[in-house]
């Protein structure tokens, strides 16, 4: 473990999750538990409840879960260390001096100490006469000595060391820039050499502003035209994007995503300081969740060819499954923003992005490209299509409005396609009916977990192991009574092993909640957990612990018989294939 239980016993004690979660959620008390809207999927009604007696959260919504370390995890986009460290500093405390912890730690605070001064090593070189041919290109893309000092632009000189040479008279060893991605090893001789050469440079810098890689355009005609940092301990190219750092401050109440350095720099140059960039990858899941934290309106700038559409269509599901609304610009006369800012200013392109369309407008048109509209035959394709796409919404008015549109196009009437987006609505309906039915009609099914990786093989003995558990976080004594009850026994592993480190807790003085265990699961681990703690009312009553009990040594005595057959089969098996083979 990397921290000793009793500084983590400590920490959560000096942080209660009502007093940390009302930094990020305005909470309102319901009963014992408090509730609010989940900040982590967008929704209307408040599904996510804090019960601060049991030290957890959880989203009947998204089924995330946990104490205050994975709250602080999800909410500020750390690792456990890193949460733990936050924590720590609120509350006031002393990080121990953990061997493993601190090892680690350090090892990541050297790799962004030298990823910085690589930076400023990159930007002093802009400036000297190697860097002629970058300035230039920058002169040429028109961006200002401010910008270029903002974003820390900088040059890597064509030889095959001088980033070595300049770090290692700083200190650094040669195995630290390999670790920083700064450097490459020649299979061949062994030798080192700088993995950036003859390139401008872009440091990526992520939300608590730490310098954790770079990206790289080549000056002359060498392939990849971009190169950014592989992956290392300190830079993950799908949870970060580039310009976060400044984007995430932004009062404009919206996030500009384009689809390249160039872009988002321009954007902010001339005055749209919301504007980011992926990092040479179609947008991850990761990076939508990243987002969602810090707007709840995307717009998408990606250019208009037929990748950008296709890098488009991708997005716009991803983004909105992490509750964000998504609007797509279309530019004329312009390939990308940086192109479209250069023709026409700042104003036109603020008209055009308070003008963008919503997802469906862009579907719709994107459909519509697809069709030849005058010929009947593709006409009646294009209105199915168009049914289905329109009968997707929620909103009665929505289908209504795109319906109308989409019966404009084709040249029929609004209540002809009023008609067809109905039927089609219907048949969804029907689906999402029969999909319901199937599920009621399986209960075993419905009690599954939802934490995608997580399964019950005995669904009986697991609902007990559950209802033990409950019962447990809610009275610890109870365990002093269950000291014949090994977790060796449940049938969940998960189970089995949340049980028993409570049983540790309790027999070492420790608090014996949930939220003092997050070092020892994984946050899929005890997002599960909590949504198990959070089942019922979980009162204390001795007849069911007792039927608990015995449900689930019943179960284990069959486990364990069915593995003595198996046994004595195996040993049947074998011992007839040794007399053929005598």
Request: proline share 3%; aromatic share 8%; hydrophobic share 40%.
């Amino acid at each position: 473990m990397a921290f000793p239980q009793s500084f983590l016993d400590e920490l959560v004690s000096r942080n209660p999750i009502d007093e940390v979660v009302s930094q990020y959620v305005q909470l309102s008390r319901k009963g014992s538990n408090l509730f609010g809207l989940c900040p982590f999927h967008s929704e209307k009604t408040g599904s996510f409840s804090v019960a601060p007696e049991k030290g957890i959260y959880y989203c009947f919504g998204c089924h995330k879960g946990g104490g205050v370390i994975n709250f602080v995890m999800e909410i500020e986009n750390l690792d456990y260390p890193d949460a733990v460290r936050f924590l720590a500093k609120r509350a006031g405390m002393e990080v121990p001096d953990d061997a493993g912890y601190q090892s680690t730690y350090r090892r990541q605070e050297r790799l962004w100490a030298l990823c910085k001064d690589a930076a400023r090593f990159f930007h002093g070189k802009l400036n000297e006469d190697c860097g002629s041919e970058a300035r230039a290109y920058i002169v040429r893309r028109g961006l200002s000595k401010g910008t270029v000092t903002r974003f820390g632009l900088g040059f890597a000189p064509g030889g095959w060391s001088a980033l070595i040479d300049a770090m290692v008279n700083k200190g650094y060893e040669k195995q630290d820039l390999l670790d920083a991605g700064l450097a490459l090893k020649s299979k061949e001789k062994g030798t080192i050499y700088d993995r950036f050469r003859n390139r401008l440079m872009f440091p990526i810098i992520d939300v608590r502003g730490n310098v954790i890689g770079f990206g790289g355009r080549v000056m002359d005609d060498s392939t990849p035209k971009y190169l950014n940092s592989p992956e290392t301990v300190i830079f993950n190219k799908r949870k970060n994007l580039f310009a976060m750092n400044i984007a995430k401050k932004s009062r404009q109440g919206r996030i500009i995503l384009t689809e390249g350095y160039m872009d988002a720099i321009a954007l902010h140059q001339y005055g749209f300081d919301c504007a980011v960039a992926s990092l040479g990858t179609a947008l991850t899941e990761e990076q939508a969740h990243l987002l969602s934290k810090y707007t709840s309106q995307i717009v998408l700038t990606y250019d208009g060819d037929e990748a950008g559409q296709n890098a488009t269509k991708r997005a716009i599901p991803m983004l909105e499954k992490a509750g964000l609304q998504v609007r797509v610009l279309r530019m004329q006369g312009a390939k990308d923003p940086d192109e479209f800012l250069k023709k026409y200013g700042a104003d036109r392109f603020k008209v055009l992005l308070d003008g963008s369309q919503s997802q469906m407008e862009y579907r719709l048109q994107s459909l519509m490209g697809r069709y030849h509209l005058e010929r009947d035959e593709e006409r009646v394709q294009f209105l199915q299509e168009a049914a289905k796409l329109i009968a997707s919404l929620q909103s009665p008015v929505e289908r209504e409005i795109y319906g109308a549109r989409a019966a404009e196009a084709a040249g029929i009437t609004a209540e002809a396609m009023k008609l067809e987006v109905g039927k089609a609505f219907k048949r969804r309906m029907a689906i999402q009916r029969k999909q319901e039915e199937k599920k009621n009609l399986a209960p075993a099914a419905a009690q599954q977990p939802k934490v995608r990786g997580i399964r019950y093989d005995d669904i009986r003995s697991a609902m007990a192991e559950e209802g033990i558990l409950q019962m447990v976080l809610r009275e610890e004594s109870l365990l002093d009574g269950l000291r014949d009850l090994p977790g060796a026994m449940f049938s969940s592993p998960l189970l089995g092993r949340a049980y028993d480190a409570l049983r540790q807790q309790r027999l070492h003085g420790g608090l014996c909640s949930l939220a003092a265990l997050e070092g020892q699961f994984t946050k899929e681990e005890m997002e599960h957990l909590s949504g198990v703690a959070q089942k019922g009312s979980a009162l204390v009553n001795e007849e069911a612990l007792r039927d608990y009990q015995n449900t689930i040594r019943e179960a284990y005595a069959k486990r364990e018989a069915r593995q003595d057959q198996d046994l004595m089969a195996l040993r049947n098996r074998l011992k007839e294939k040794k007399g053929l083979d005598g």
